[in-house]
């Protein structure tokens, strides 16, 4: 369909950030085609590695770069995304492959490389594992850019020749792509293909940068050159607006705009219901230096701080001493608010405590969370004594995360307390009183909260992986993702038995920032919200404009439900009805 003058063509796809951008539509077809074949000479093999090793070190500068550029902007738990990238990179499997055939086929090294990790990734394709199946799209990822990295000339980002914002559409992006996209030049994005939970989608709200996914036929019913609207509330990219449609969304984003300002206005009053019933809304952190930033919007402490990024994230692990400083420089900068602090999270989808001889078939089945720390018992010592001196100087809690059973609480507070007399022993002061928490993401965990409840002062609920081990739903699979549900019943009724054990419990996954689901957590009865720093004014609002004894008549309701779009609907519903503008 062509982009005719005067001619206004509405697509529908799925928003996935919420935003609005207009511009000139830049139509972008990535992909990685297979390189020229041409046969090279034995004197030009050595100058052949060489180009090929110079790719290599010029994409381990750019993800390395992208990396930092997400954790500045929006954390590292999205940065994380490029550890595998990073890791792919220098894998010996495919780089030993490729010194066996490049002189068997004595061709030009992209080639032999492309064909290497091409037959890699078919591989990867057929396995069972469904994790494993959908790291595909990271490892031709890192191909292209290998390959533009040989080829500088190809090598410019997306749209970097844009004298102007422009509203790019793509068949699909991957995250190095987004993460790259220049704001001054890239107003929001379209894809043809992609879901609300994938690597893309994510990145794309961390960067507040307005995207629809899942359109359609788009590359083939887009032009370069028309004027677009990308409308990232209600999912439509819009070809060729008309003048009235055109004025709409301007004054629609200059009143979103505005409303959001507003709301960071009110970051004094407290997130309190109608009837007076207190939430804590904390912030999560992966960096001591983001809570000056997060204080401007209002955030009541630190519900979640990601500690293995900073343990992890340079390659070397800090000592007690360097742990120490690190954690208290965040508490006296949180004072007097409360700061809580996991403990290192490694494995699964995070980021490795060490490289594995072998890899683990399933990895979020495997070794990952506090298994990781109670096997490396010294290690884990030394991080529970910096977090235990932090506590002299601030309000300070702790929590374990991938708990699944009592034995485990038992064992990290029986090396809590030999901490506790190590340091009594040497003279230095902790808070006798500090808190202790575990993450309930477990099935297991959640059926056992009355018992876990006897041992611990609070529960935090991550309640992405909570639903992924629930429902058995790797959300990244595109096969299944549309299966993840927050609001599955059976992820509900373990919400509500771990909030029913009676001690303070929080949640601190996408769901707790999610508006359409505030009541029904609300009524479920949370006591805690923990949320990334630009929903902080969202979420207060939302929870000044419900009415506890309403939500908890809702969520009563919603626990009767047999489907996660009846619960899904009945929160939506109230959301919709108590805060209509967020929505508008």
């Not at 207009?22 to 090279?40: D, F, K, N, Q, Y």
């Not at 301007?250 to 997130?271: F, G, H, S, V």
């Not at 019943?489 to 769901?511: D, F, H, K, N, Y």
């Amino acid at each position: 369909m062509s982009c005719k003058e005067g001619f206004e063509r509405r697509l529908k796809g799925m928003p996935v950030s919420p935003g609005i951008a207009m511009g000139v539509l830049r139509v972008e077809a990535r992909g990685c085609s297979s390189p020229i074949v041409r046969t090279i000479l034995p004197t030009e093999m050595e100058s052949e590695w060489a180009r090929f090793e110079s790719a290599l070190a010029r994409t381990e500068e750019e993800l390395s770069s992208l990396k930092a550029r997400v954790e500045h902007l929006s954390g590292a738990n999205e940065a994380a995304i490029f550890d595998a990238h990073l890791l792919f990179l220098r894998d010996k499997t495919i780089l030993n492959k490729l010194r066996k055939e490049f002189p068997k086929r004595m061709q030009n090294i992209d080639s032999v490389y492309y064909a290497v990790v091409q037959n890699f990734m078919e591989v990867m394709r057929h396995v069972d594992d469904p994790y494993l199946r959908s790291r595909v799209v990271d490892i031709g990822d890192v191909l292209q850019r290998v390959l533009k990295n040989m080829a500088p000339a190809q090598n410019a980002p997306l749209c970097g020749d844009c004298t102007e914002p422009c509203v790019l559409a793509a068949y699909d992006l991957t995250p190095s792509d987004t993460a790259d996209l220049d704001p001054r030049k890239v107003a929001g994005f379209v894809t043809e293909a992609g879901s609300a939970v994938s690597h893309t989608a994510i990145l794309a709200r961390s960067l507040g940068m307005p995207a629809v996914v899942a359109v359609p036929n788009l590359v083939i019913d887009s032009r370069v050159g028309c004027q677009a609207i990308l409308d990232g509330y209600n999912g439509y990219l819009i070809l060729n607006p008309t003048a009235e449609t055109l004025q709409h969304y301007r004054e629609l984003q200059a009143e979103k705009e505005r409303a959001y300002t507003a709301l960071i206005d009110m970051k004094d009053l407290p997130a309190e219901t109608t009837d007076g019933r207190r939430i804590r809304l904390a912030a999560n952190v992966e960096f001591a230096h983001e809570y000056t930033a997060i204080q401007r919007s209002g955030a009541e402490g630190v519900g979640l701080f990601r500690t293995e990024f900073f343990l992890l994230g340079d390659g070397s692990l800090p000592d007690e001493e360097a742990q120490y400083e690190h954690y208290r420089k965040l508490v006296e900068s949180c004072s007097p608010e409360e700061v809580i602090f996991r403990t290192l999270d490694s494995g699964g989808d995070k980021l490795p405590f060490e490289v594995l001889e072998e890899k683990e078939d399933n990895p979020f089945l495997g070794w990952r969370g506090i298994r990781v720390s109670l096997s490396r018992v010294e290690i884990f010592k030394e991080q529970l004594r910096a977090i235990l001196r932090a506590s002299a100087h601030g309000k300070v809690g702790v929590m374990f995360p991938m708990v699944s059973g009592i034995t485990e609480v038992k064992d990290v507070q029986a090396l809590l307390e030999d901490c506790r007399a190590e340091l009594r022993e040497r003279g230095q002061a902790y808070d006798e009183n500090m808190r202790v928490g575990i993450m309930i993401e477990v099935p297991s965990a959640a059926m056992m909260a009355d018992v876990l409840a006897r041992h611990v002062d609070f529960f935090s609920i991550g309640t992405n992986d909570l639903t992924q081990y629930t429902i058995a739903v790797d959300r990244v699979n595109f096969r299944v993702a549309s299966m993840f549900r927050p609001t599955h019943p059976g992820v509900v009724r373990l919400m509500r038995q771990t909030i029913s054990a009676g001690i303070p419990t929080a949640v601190c996954g996408e769901m707790g920032g999610d508006i359409n689901l505030v009541p029904l957590l609300v009524g479920l009865g949370v006591s805690e919200l923990s949320v990334g720093a630009h929903l902080l004014p969202v979420v207060r609002y939302a929870i000044r404009h419900l009415n506890y004894e309403e939500c908890r008549a809702m969520a009563e309701e919603a626990l009767q439900a047999e489907d996660s779009y009846t619960i899904r609907g009945l929160s939506v519903d109230m959301a919709h009805r108590c805060y209509p503008e967020l929505f508008n």
